[in-house]
């Protein structure tokens, strides 16, 4: 079946959630009538070019919503319009739903005076067109604050100003990679590039997270390899040292690049060197690079990243840069500047780590007489419930509905729940998670009585 749903791969929606969101459409225009029997989910990612986790989440949201019903592996068929009409939105007085999905800012420790500054002197700036590779006065204001808090050292690297990480990725990829390359990424895949890999394709090799990182059983020809030493997002593995240095050498024999996602928001361990780093005690500079975000910090109102990249790609990505039309906007720039020149990124990074930790130790003890496994990156504000066999993410997100709204995750390993846990209040946060446990441990006795 040829489905008439056009996938946008610039547009900053994860694919999953586009094409979700077109089937619902097809299915409320009677396009699709009700009993249609729908691809199946391998099928349906090969006609889209994506991975099969991308259309699993797709139709885990689609049952979620009443849009579907049937079970995985028996096909999934259209639940019919009357069902789509009633889901489609709130029921009349009933609350919002509560918002989980990650990626989401937390207001009431924002540095609000300083984003006023900020953005008060961005303002008198007189406007003109920033550099391709970004504003001097921004990348040398990153180049700064990488060296004094994240000990990352510019001597043979450069820094570039992008718009988040999967534009820093898309950019690697296009400076780098040649079409019959292959790009190895963690899976599952780092939550702010979940909406990138899922683009590639068949150019991704999916490589499993142990517990202590990246599996280092690495596709031979990977071009470049995806990950995330200092706390994968949202799985929250940290990579021990003997692990770097083997991955260090793993690429040096490859010649391979490795690409590491920083965290903004610092957690309190024994630190650890980055794989920028130990690449440059050892002379292998030209194989690293590292992508870090203030989106991450700031959310959508600042929507800029950074990619700091061996000397060697300046030249090719700035032809990349100039080729391509979206390239962050010079007035956020000077604002970006101003918050790192007067400190106060380095400060808001603190008040959430200490937020950020909290709110997963809440997460953990609501869910903790559960049979789920929650995992969390204290960088990235994330928290992540691994569901038992038997559990799938699509039956939990149904009895949610329509109070919460989160973001299914399907991988290698099972399936599970992702949460930000950082934006809500504290009150707030304690329903939801009341209501997530409430929903599991309904369909746990069905678990039970199955087994």
């Known amino acids: 079946m040829a489905l008439p749903i056009t996938i946008d791969r610039d ?126 006065r921004l990348r040398a204001a990153l180049a700064e604050y990488l060296e004094r808090n994240r000990g990352l050292a510019m001597s043979r690297h450069e820094v570039i100003v992008t718009g988040g990480p999967s534009h820093s990725a898309e950019l690697l990829v296009r400076a780098v990679c040649k079409t019959d390359d292959v790009i190895a990424v963690e899976d599952p895949a780092p939550w702010p590039l979940r909406a990138f890999a899922g683009a590639l394709g068949p150019m991704v090799r999916p490589v499993p997270v142990w517990p202590d990182g990246l599996w280092l059983d690495l596709p031979a020809k990977a071009r470049l390899v995806f990950t995330s030493p200092d706390g994968h997002d949202p799985l929250g593995t940290r990579m021990p040292l003997w692990r770097r240095r083997a991955l260090l050498d793993w690429s040096r024999a490859a010649d391979s690049v490795l690409v590491e996602l920083g965290q903004e928001v610092p957690e309190h361990l024994e630190p650890v060197p980055s794989l920028l780093q130990l690449g440059d005690r050892a002379g292998a500079a030209n194989a690293v690079a590292h992508i870090g975000s203030l989106r991450s910090l700031f959310g959508s109102a600042l929507p800029l990243g950074y990619l700091v990249v061996p000397r060697r790609f300046v030249p090719r990505l700035e032809v990349v840069l100039t080729e391509t039309v979206a390239r962050p906007a010079p007035v956020p720039q000077e604002a970006a500047a101003e918050l790192l020149q007067r400190g106060a990124v380095q400060r808001y990074r603190a008040r959430l780590a200490e937020l950020h930790a909290l709110r997963l130790a809440a997460v953990r ?87």
């Open 365 to 451: 003890s609501g869910l903790e007489d559960l049979p789920v496994e929650v995992r969390g990156s204290v960088g990235a504000g994330t928290a992540t419930v691994l569901l038992p066999p038997g559990i799938t993410a699509g039956a939990v997100l149904e009895r949610l509905r329509p109070k919460l709204v989160l973001d299914p995750m399907v991988f290698s390993g099972g399936e599970g729940l992702v949460l930000g846990c950082a934006h809500l209040d504290e009150a707030t946060m304690r329903t939801a998670i009341s209501l997530l446990g409430k929903a599991i441990a309904e369909l746990t006795p069905v678990l039970s009585r199955a087994g």
């Open 11 to 136: 547009c900053g929606v994860p694919i999953h959630r586009q094409i979700a969101e077109q089937l619902t459409e097809l299915v409320e225009r009677g396009v699709l009538g009700a009993g249609t029997r729908l691809p199946s989910t391998r099928a349906l990612a090969a006609s889209f070019g994506v991975s099969r986790g991308v259309a699993v989440a797709a139709y885990d949201l689609l049952f979620a919503a009443g849009v579907l019903r049937g079970r995985r592996g028996a096909g999934s068929y259209v639940q019919g319009l009357p069902s789509v009409r009633r889901t489609a939105g709130p029921m009349h007085g009933m609350p919002p739903p509560i918002d989980l999905r990650p990626g989401q800012s937390n207001l009431s420790r924002f540095p609000r005076e300083a984003w006023r500054a900020a953005w008060r002197a961005a303002g008198h700036v007189l406007p003109r067109p920033a550099p391709p590779l970004g504003l001097p």
